[in-house]
């Protein structure tokens, strides 16, 4: 059973560009986690999604940033017009149930974003 | 969510033992102890997860203070492999759509030879 797969795992976008950042959950698993990792810092939550649902955006900013879910294929974040304040590692995590129920999630390797 | 405080760091020697504790003085009735940990370079990875009894599993085991304000994660025989950040976060599954692991700055455990 293949982990949860990011990719690509280094992207280097111009500012103004745009960042698509992908996530295949684990199989059986349809809750997705978004999280981002400036660096030395720690892991800030973006967003929660299930299939074709967006749960919970609240770490989302405002503008700019989106996700999805869609019934068929990986998760995707997406960074439009990115500037340098976006280069930092962004996690994604699957989960068989809502987390934190008595389960636990699993992280991707991540993909670093390099805005120059 | 209730709040942990964790050290900042801590220090140990391989194959020694390693306890990294957690401080959760306003933990509620159904919150869960998390442990996370996160690798140089790599997203984090599960570690143990308890309620209100100690907890063995064959990465660490987890002891928890009988009023369940502190907890304690113990690695038996520290590896350079175990060098990471360790994180001790707290959530109570029956919070409505609040469904998320809130990370915060854990306790970065060095490993020497």
């Known amino acids: 059973n293949a982990g949860v797969m990011q990719n690509p795992r280094h992207l280097v976008r111009r500012r103004g560009q745009e960042a698509r950042l992908r996530c295949s959950p684990m199989?059986?698993?349809?809750?997705v986690y978004w999280y981002r990792q400036l660096p030395e810092e720690g892991l800030k939550f973006m967003v929660y999604?299930?299939?074709?649902?967006?749960?919970?955006e609240s770490g989302m900013p405002k503008e700019r940033f989106s996700a999805e879910f869609p019934k068929e294929g990986p998760s995707i974040l997406r960074i439009q017009q990115v500037v340098r304040g976006d280069s930092a590692a962004y996690f994604c995590?699957?989960?068989?149930?809502?987390?934190?129920?008595?389960?636990?999630?699993?992280f991707g390797q991540g993909t670093r974003l390099t805005v120059v | 969510d209730a709040k942990t405080t964790q050290p900042n760091s801590m220090e140990s020697n391989e194959e020694e033992p390693v306890h990294l504790p957690c401080n959760h003085s306003?933990?509620?009735?159904?919150?869960?102890i998390h442990w996370y940990r996160q690798l140089p370079s790599q997203g984090p990875e599960y570690v143990i997860h308890?309620?209100?009894s100690n907890v063995n599993n064959r990465m660490a085991s987890l002891a928890i203070a009988e009023d369940r304000k502190s907890s304690t994660l113990i690695l038996h025989r520290a590896t350079l492999r175990d060098a990471a950040v360790y994180y001790c976060?707290?959530?109570?599954?029956?919070?409505?759509?609040?469904?998320?692991?809130?990370f915060g700055t854990g306790t970065r455990l060095q490993v020497t030879l």
């Open positions: 995590a699957s989960a068989r149930d809502r987390v934190p129920m008595n389960t636990e999630a699993f």
């Open positions: 199989k059986g698993h349809s809750h």
């Open positions: 999604l299930q299939k074709e649902n967006i749960i919970d």
């Open positions: 306003t933990i509620s009735g159904t919150d869960y």
């Open positions: 308890g309620l209100t």
């Open positions: 976060i707290l959530r109570d599954p029956l919070t409505g759509t609040a469904s998320k692991l809130t």
